[in-house]
């Protein structure tokens, strides 16, 4: 669960980054709606994560902090970069690219290994093989889905 929680931390800070540096409202504008509903949907994972994980109530709050002040920080950080911080330099383009791909493939990971798995391999799903085929062919839509809203955004 902790590696999910960072994942989520280290992409909220590149995204709240990009959206504080960015001098360009085409950029900005656009990125405030995805934000806005990207944080309320990984926003309600985290939570239904965290409630299910049984953890005491003190770490609870400290995901919770952490969840809800990175990418306010990103973009206070951004903010504070964006009179150094050249969007097309390759220096950061190279840095922002190597902080999307970890957070993306510690994301993909959680996904796959400890949130599908346990779902997927789950006794509800086990006993029923027109469930599991709904199941796949769900996320493959879903999947889908987010490959075309990643495309347009």
């Given at each position: 669960m902790?590696?999910?929680?960072?994942?989520?931390?280290a992409h909220s800070v590149v995204i709240g980054l990009s959206?504080?540096?960015?001098?360009?409202?085409?950029?900005i504008n656009p990125l405030v709606a995805a934000l806005c509903?990207?944080?309320?949907?990984?926003?309600?994972?985290l939570g239904g994560c965290t409630f299910q994980a049984e953890y005491k109530f003190l770490k609870k709050v400290l995901m919770v902090f952490f969840?809800?002040?990175?990418?306010?920080?990103?973009?206070?950080?951004?903010i504070a970069l964006s009179k150094t911080y050249k969007d097309n330099s390759p220096t950061s383009l190279i840095t922002v690219g190597l902080?999307?791909?970890s957070s993306a493939g510690l994301l993909i990971h959680m996904a796959l290994v400890d949130l599908l798995s346990a779902e997927f391999m789950g006794p509800k799903l086990q006993g029923s093989i027109?469930?599991?085929i709904k199941a796949y062919v769900e996320v493959l839509l879903r999947a889908g889905g987010m490959s075309l809203m990643a495309k347009w955004a």
């Open positions: 902790q590696v999910l929680e960072l994942g989520i931390v959206m504080g540096a960015s001098n360009n409202t085409f950029i509903f990207h944080q309320m949907f990984e926003g309600m994972g969840f809800s002040v990175t990418t306010p920080f990103g973009i206070a950080l951004g902080l999307n791909a027109k469930l599991q």
